[in-house]
């Protein structure tokens, strides 16, 4: 993202181990300027304030719904006022003919312990988290749309 939009300012937020790698590829890629990595765990900690929007790619469906709760909280509480957060990563869409070619990914990832929510959990899920204004962006591929909520007041 930073690469393809110079004016965006990018944090990273991943744990501590992740830092060194990370670094090496901000640098590599010369963005070193504009991309901090923020070494944390989620789980542990509120998250850094100051950022408009964050983005949850191929996050939740790592998660139960419980922890994926108090990870969709922090971002909440972190986010202004009419900030948003915006989650792409895999979800059932409704269409037999697309979630079927979902089935086997969606083997894989229980052997793993993930699981795909359906777009209307993930959307459910932000407004227990107290996100309003939930709506779907469709985005290609069609089984990894965007799912995006408001921070309300």
């Known amino acids: 993202l930073a690469a393809e939009h110079p004016t965006l300012r990018v944090g990273i937020l991943d744990l501590a ?5 990370a670094r ?20 542990e900690r509120p998250l850094p304030e100051g950022w408009s929007t964050m983005l949850l790619h191929r996050v939740l469906w790592d998660w139960p719904d419980e922890p994926a709760l108090v990870l969709l909280g922090r971002i909440r509480d972190a986010l202004p006022p009419g900030g948003r957060v915006l989650v792409v990563e895999g979800m059932w869409s409704g269409d037999p003919t697309v979630d079927r070619v979902l ?4 083997l894989y990832m229980c052997l793993g312990g993930f699981r795909l929510r ?3 959990e993930v959307k459910a899920l932000l407004i227990r ?8 962006i469709p985005v290609l591929p069609i089984f990894m749309p965007m799912v995006i909520g408001t921070r309300i007041g």
Request: net charge negative; proline share 2%.
């Open 24 to 43: 090496t590829r901000i640098d590599a890629a010369g963005l070193g300027d504009r991309v901090s990595f923020i070494a944390g765990d989620f789980l």
């Open 129 to 136: 988290a107290g996100f309003g204004d939930v709506q779907e």
């Open 118 to 120: 359906s777009k209307a």
């Open 103 to 106: 089935n086997a990914f969606h």
């Open 17 to 21: 181990a992740v830092e060194p790698q």
